[in-house]
């Protein structure tokens, strides 16, 4: 008896924990739907990740690895000139186009980015120049610690494949968790470091992945660039 009476409780606060969860996402939408679209002068502050474990039911907590799995969350933070700090969550190949110290005009509504334009980005010179011929169509971006090398999506630097080799023969020796993209007329590209040897190529057109080799990784390259 006394079993059926806990099982009974147990199914009534489930209940009640769903309605609740239906009413605040309810309001939520609402004053999503009703927030004024915004447009302010900021500075990317960070951009971090977080992770949570989730069990069968979708909570955080303590869970068996074998019950649970991780879900990673992708955070941008903007500053404005009043020093008031902007923070969205978005999806992993949105949030790759930001970098630290990146100004530009940030327009929002609630919880949701509309738009960003560069004013200044953080883009190193060192490997890529900029003099290249008007009927250049290989773009690049991308950011690399180690090299110094941080350059946005929304402002790609053109390149040529003598500085796309000596950049991969840098890379080798670099420790950070580095990646970048590659546009060209038909592809677009994205590659992540994965450990010392494996890099991990996404086609962002088709969304199909790929595991690499550091060792032939520029010829790789070089055969669908040229």
């Known amino acids: 008896m006394g079993f059926v009476v806990a099982a009974v409780v147990f199914v009534f606060i489930g209940l009640i924990a769903v309605f609740v969860g239906f009413f605040v996402m309810q309001s939520n939408q609402k004053k999503q739907?009703?927030?004024?679209?915004?447009?302010?002068?900021?500075?990317?502050?960070?951009?971090?990740?977080e992770s949570k474990v989730m069990n069968q039911n979708f909570t955080s907590g303590s869970v068996d690895s074998a019950g649970g799995y991780e879900q990673k969350g992708y955070y941008i933070q903007f500053r404005t000139k009043q020093n008031k700090k902007l923070t969205f969550r978005l999806k992993k190949k949105d949030w790759?186009?930001?970098?630290?110290?990146?100004?530009?005009?940030?327009?929002?509504q609630g919880y949701k980015i509309i738009g960003f334009e560069p004013i200044t980005s953080t883009i190193e010179d060192g490997y890529f120049m900029h003099n290249k011929p008007e009927n250049t169509t290989r773009f690049i971006y991308g950011e690399a610690q180690?090299?110094?090398?941080?350059?946005?999506?929304?402002?790609?630097?053109?390149f040529e494949l003598a500085e796309l080799k000596r950049f991969i023969q840098d890379l080798k020796d670099d420790q950070s968790d580095w990646f970048f993209t590659i546009k060209t007329r038909s592809e677009l590209r994205q590659y992540e470091k994965e450990s010392d040897t494996n890099i991990k190529e996404t086609n962002l057109t088709t969304n199909e992945e790929k595991e690499l080799l550091m060792n032939g990784f520029y010829a790789y390259l070089k055969s669908f660039i040229e």
């Open 33 to 49: 739907k009703n927030a004024p679209v915004e447009r302010v002068q900021v500075k990317v502050g960070s951009a971090y990740t």
């Open 146 to 158: 180690g090299l110094g090398f941080s350059v946005s999506s929304t402002a790609p630097v053109k």
């Open 96 to 108: 790759l186009k930001y970098h630290d110290g990146d100004e530009g005009m940030l327009t929002y």
